[in-house]
C-alpha cells in the first residue's frame, strides 16, 4: 500500500484506499478488544499485573475506548465510505491518492495519539481525552480529508439521485468535523467549569449520536438491499431517519449530566430530547426489517446479512435502553454504574461493530474480487463476538444493578465490589472470546486477500459458492 | 446536481442543525455564565491553578509550575501569630486560574469585590503572588472573593514559603495532575448524586462550584466510591499512604490498582525502595507465611505520592 502513497492518482487501483483502511479496521478492532480484554483481567484480578506505571489500569482505559471508537469503528466507516459512496453514484472515488494518504496520516496519527495517552498525556475529559494539538490533527489531517473525499465524490456522482446512504454519509462526516471543534473548545481556549463538564459530554454524546449510529445504520441501508436484492422498504422512512437523527439525536447532550449541577431546564429539555431517540430508532429498524421481506433465510445462509441484521436487531434493546434510562425516574438508579458500561458496550461493540464487520466483510471481497476464504471462520468470528458480547453485557448489567441499589440502599461500598467480582470474571472471559474471534477475523481475511476463489468480472461475491 | 430539492434540503439541514447547535450551546453557556462562583469554586481553582490535564505549563503532566496549598500560622510580613489561614502560593511564573485570568467568570459580585478589595489585578505570573479567599457580606448574602494578599498584606511568595513547615504545605495542584493522569477519575466520581448520596458521600455540589477548573473530572463510571468529600470522611495520612501503596493492605477485597511506582525510587529518608523485596515479603504475607505485611516507605516530599495524598486530603 505504500507504494501508492507516491503514485499518481490514475495509477492507483479502484479501492485500494478501501482496502488499506479494510486491513487498518481489522488490526486497530484486535488491539482495541485486546486492551479491553486486559484491562477486564485487571478489574477482575487486581494483582494480575502491579509496579509498571505504563500497564496500570487508569494508563491503559482511555486507549482502549479510544483504539476502538477512532481505529476500528471510524476506520470502518471511512473504508465503507470508500467503497460504497462511489458505487452508489456509479462513479469512481474523487481522489484515491487522497484516500490512500488519509489512511496513512489517519494510522500515524492514531498511533502517536494513543502512545501519548498512554504515557499519560491527557486532556482529562473522557471520550476527548487526546490532548488539543492531536484533536487538531484528527479534525484536520483524518476527518476533513475523508469528509472531502466523500463530498467530492457525491458531486462528481453519476447517478440523478442520491441513495439514503450517501446523505448520512455526507451529512456525517460534516456533523462529526464540527463536533470535534466544538466539542473540544475547552481545551484550545481553556473554557473551564460547567461549561467544560458540559461540553465535554457535549462531544461524547454527538460523537455517538451524530457519527456512530447514523453511519453505521447508513451502512446497512446499503448492504441488506444489495445482496439480499430486495429494494429498501421506503425511502421515505429513511427521511423520517434521516432528518430525525439531525434534530432529535444531536440534542440530549445533558442527559449525560443529570446528576451534576446544570440548568434544570437543560436537563428537563434533553431527557424530553432524549426519549425521542426512539423516532429514528424505530425507522431505522423497521425500514431494515421490512426491506428483509421474504428473504430471511439469509440471515441464517449469508454472513454479511447475519451480521448485518444481528446488528439491526440489537439496536432495539439499544434504543430502549438509551430512550428511557435517561429519564430522571431511572437514571437516579442506574447512572454511573455497570448499567452505563453494559450500553455503551451495546452500542458500539453490539449494534454498531456488527453492522461495520459486514461491511469490512462484503467490501473486502468486492474490491479483492475474491470470495470470502472460509465461511466456518467468519461463522466462528460471528458466534464468538455475539456470545462474547452477549456474556458481557449480561454480565455488566447485573452488576450495574447491583451497584445500583447498593447506591441507592446506601449498602458499604465494598461489600459491593465483592458482589461484583463473579460478574467481573465473566465479562472478562466475554471480551476475551471478542478479541479472540477479531484474531481469527484477520487471518480469514488475510486468506481471502491471498487465496480466495476469484470473482469473475459481473458476479457479485455472495452469488458465489463457497469452497471451504 | 440540479434537483432542487437538494438546495431546499441542504438549507434545511443548515436550520435543524444550526437550531439544535443554538438550543444546545448558545442557550445553556448563556446560563451557565450568569453563575457566581461560590467560596467552593474559589478555593479549588486557586488550589489546582491552570489546568489539571494537559497544558503547556505541563505537556508530559509532572506536575509542573503549579501552586501550592498552605496554612499559614504566623504573617509572614510581620511575624505576628495569626489564625490558621489556608493561602495559595503562586510562586513566579506559575500560571494562574482561569478566574484571575479573566475574571468575568467569577461572576458579577465576586468579580467586583476581587478588583477592588482583592486588588487581583495588581498580580502578575511573572512575578508570582499568594493568594488566599475571603468573604463580606453584601445585601444579607456571603459573597467569596479572591485577596490578592502580596497587595494588600505584603506576603510575598518566597517569604511565605519560607514562614510555613513543611507539613502545612499540600501539593494539591500537582496532586490534581496525577488524579487525571492515574486515571483515579475512571473510577471515582467526583460528583456526588443528586439522590441519596449525600447521606452516604456528601452534600451534591451547587452551580458556582466549578467556575475557573478545568477539568473537572467529573467521572462518569463508579466502580469505587465518591470521593468529593473524601477528605471529609478519612483524613489519616497514614491510611492514605497504606492505601496507596497497596490498597488490599488496609481493604483486602479491594480491586484498586496499586499506586506504588508514583513512590519514586527513595523514600522520604532518601534510603532506595526495594521494591522486589517488598513484593516478595507481600506476597508471604498474603500467602499467610507471615504475621504482618511488610512495612510501607514514607512516601519522600517531592514525590508523586505524597502530591496525591495531599490532594485526596483536601477534598473536604
Known amino acids: 500500500m505504500f507504494k501508492y502513497l507516491f503514485a ?3 495509477d492507483i487501483p479502484a479501492g485500494a484506499a478501501a482496502v488499506f483502511f479494510g486491513f487498518s479496521a481489522i488490526v486497530w478492532f484486535i ?8 484491562n477486564a483481567a485487571k478489574l477482575a484480578f487486581p494483582d494480575f499485573i502491579y509496579g509498571v506505571e505504563m500497564l496500570a489500569f487508569g494508563h491503559m482505559r482511555q486507549v482502549h475506548v479510544l483504539a476502538v471508537i477512532l481505529g476500528w469503528i471510524s476506520m470502518a466507516f471511512a473504508m465503507a465510505m470508500m467503497y460504497i459512496t462511489p458505487a452508489l453514484g456509479n462513479t469512481k472515488l474523487w481522489s484515491e491518492k487522497l484516500g490512500v494518504w488519509n489512511c496513512f496520516l489517519w494510522n500515524v496519527g492514531l498511533a502517536l495519539g494513543l502512545f501519548l495517552l498512554w504515557m499519560g498525556v491527557t486532556s482529562g475529559r473522557e471520550y476527548s481525552d487526546l490532548p488539543w494539538f492531536i484533536d487538531l490533527v484528527v479534525i484536520f ?12 465524490t457525491i458531486k462528481t456522482r453519476r447517478t440523478q439521485g442520491i441513495y439514503t446512504t450517501n446523505w448520512f454519509f455526507g451529512a456525517a462526516t460534516f456533523m462529526v468535523m464540527i463536533v470535534f471543534l466544538v466539542g473540544n473548545s475547552p481545551e484550545f481556549f481553556s473554557l473551564t467549569g460547567l461549561t467544560e463538564a458540559y461540553l465535554t459530554w457535549w462531544f461524547a454524546h454527538n460523537v455517538l449520536g451524530l457519527w456512530i449510529t447514523p453511519v453505521a445504520a447508513a451502512i446497512s441501508y446499503y448492504i441488506v438491499p444489495k445482496v439480499t436484492g430486495n429494494p429498501l422498504y ?12 439531525v434534530v432529535f439525536y444531536s440534542t440530549p447532550a445533558a442527559h449525560h449530566l443529570m446528576s451534576a449541577p446544570l440548568p434544570e431546564w437543560l436537563k428537563s429539555f434533553a431527557s424530553v430530547e432524549g426519549v425521542l431517540i426512539l423516532v429514528p430508532a424505530i425507522a431505522f429498524v423497521s425500514n431494515l426489517l421490512l426491506t428483509m421481506t421474504g428473504k430471511w433465510k439469509m440471515f441464517v445462509e449469508n454472513v454479511e446479512i447475519k451480521f448485518t441484521i444481528s446488528g439491526v436487531l440489537m439496536a432495539i434493546p439499544l434504543n430502549m435502553q438509551g430512550g428511557f434510562q435517561q429519564t430522571r425516574a431511572i437514571n437516579w438508579y442506574i447512572h454511573g454504574t455497570g448499567w452505563i458500561v453494559a450500553h455503551a458496550h451495546l452500542a458500539l461493540l453490539g449494534f454498531s461493530t456488527f453492522l461495520e464487520a459486514a461491511a469490512v466483510y462484503y467490501g473486502l471481497q468486492t474490491l479483492l474480487r475474491r470470495k470470502l476464504y472460509s465461511l466456518a471462520l467468519a461463522n466462528f468470528h460471528f458466534w464468538m463476538l455475539l456470545i462474547g458480547f452477549t456474556t458481557y453485557w449480561i454480565s455488566m448489567t447485573i452488576a450495574g444493578l447491583i451497584q445500583g441499589a447498593g447506591k441507592i440502599y446506601e449498602v458499604p461500598y465494598i461489600d459491593v465490589v465483592i458482589a461484583e467480582h463473579p460478574y467481573m470474571i465473566a465479562r472478562w472471559v466475554g471480551g476475551t472470546m471478542v478479541f479472540l474471534g477479531n484474531c481469527v477475523w484477520l487471518f480469514n481475511m488475510w486468506k481471502t486477500a491471498r487465496a480466495g476463489t476469484v470473482i469473475p468480472a459481473g458476479r457479485l461475491p455472495h452469488e458465489l459458492a463457497y469452497e471451504r | 446536481m440540479a434537483f432542487r430539492e437538494y438546495k431546499i434540503g441542504a438549507r434545511m439541514f443548515g436550520l435543524a442543525f444550526g437550531t439544535s447547535m443554538f438550543i444546545t450551546l448558545y442557550m445553556p453557556a448563556v446560563d451557565i455564565s450568569n453563575v457566581s462562583v461560590t467560596a467552593t469554586g474559589l478555593h479549588r481553582q486557586l488550589s489546582f491553578g491552570r489546568m489539571g490535564g494537559f497544558g503547556y505549563e505541563d505537556m508530559l503532566l509532572q506536575g509542573i509550575n503549579k501552586p501550592v496549598s498552605v496554612v499559614i500560622k504566623t504573617d509572614p510580613q510581620s511575624g505576628a501569630a495569626i489564625e490558621p489561614t489556608r493561602a495559595y502560593v503562586y510562586e513566579a511564573g506559575v500560571p494562574f486560574p482561569n478566574g484571575l485570568r479573566h475574571p468575568r467568570i467569577l461572576g458579577k459580585g465576586p468579580e467586583a469585590l476581587s478588583m477592588s478589595k482583592g486588588r487581583i489585578s495588581e498580580s502578575s505570573e511573572s512575578n508570582g503572588a499568594v493568594f488566599i479567599v475571603r468573604e463580606v457580606e453584601q445585601n444579607g448574602e456571603m459573597v467569596p472573593y479572591i485577596e490578592n494578599a502580596t497587595a494588600v498584606r505584603g506576603w510575598a511568595p518566597s517569604a511565605t514559603l519560607a514562614k510555613v ?3 502545612d504545605r499540600y501539593h494539591v495542584g500537582k496532586g490534581k495532575i496525577m488524579f487525571v493522569r492515574e486515571g483515579c477519575w475512571w473510577c471515582h466520581t467526583l460528583l456526588p448524586e443528586e439522590t441519596q448520596d449525600w447521606q452516604y458521600f456528601g452534600a451534591p455540589p451547587m452551580l458556582g462550584d466549578f467556575n475557573g477548573e478545568n477539568p473537572t473530572a467529573f467521572g462518569s463510571d463508579r466502580k469505587a466510591p465518591d470521593l468529593t468529600h473524601v477528605g471529609s470522611r478519612n483524613s489519616s495520612r497514614e491510611w492514605m499512604t497504606l492505601h496507596f501503596f497497596n490498597p488490599r493492605l488496609v481493604q483486602p477485597h479491594s480491586i484498586m490498582p496499586r499506586y506504588d511506582y508514583l513512590w519514586g525510587d527513595v523514600d522520604a529518608n532518601g534510603n532506595k525502595i526495594n521494591f522486589k523485596d517488598w513484593y516478595a515479603s507481600y506476597d508471604e504475607y498474603s500467602a499467610g507465611k507471615r504475621v504482618y505485611p511488610p512495612e510501607v516507605p514514607e512516601p519522600s516530599k517531592d514525590s508523586e505520592a505524597r502530591a496525591l495524598i495531599d490532594f485526596v486530603l483536601n477534598l473536604k
Not at chain 1, 489531517?141 to 467530492?152: H, R, T
Request: hydrophobic letters at 45%.
Open chain 1, 141 to 152: 489531517g483524518v476527518l476533513f480529508p475523508l469528509g472531502l473525499n466523500v463530498w467530492m
Open chain 1, 234 to 245: 421506503s425511502h421515505r422512512i429513511g427521511h423520517l431517519h434521516f432528518w430525525s437523527v
Open chain 1, 31 to 38: 488491539v482495541g478488544t485486546g486492551l479491553g480484554s486486559f
Open chain 2, 165 to 167: 513547615s513543611e507539613a
Open chain 1, 8 to 10: 499518481k492518482n490514475e
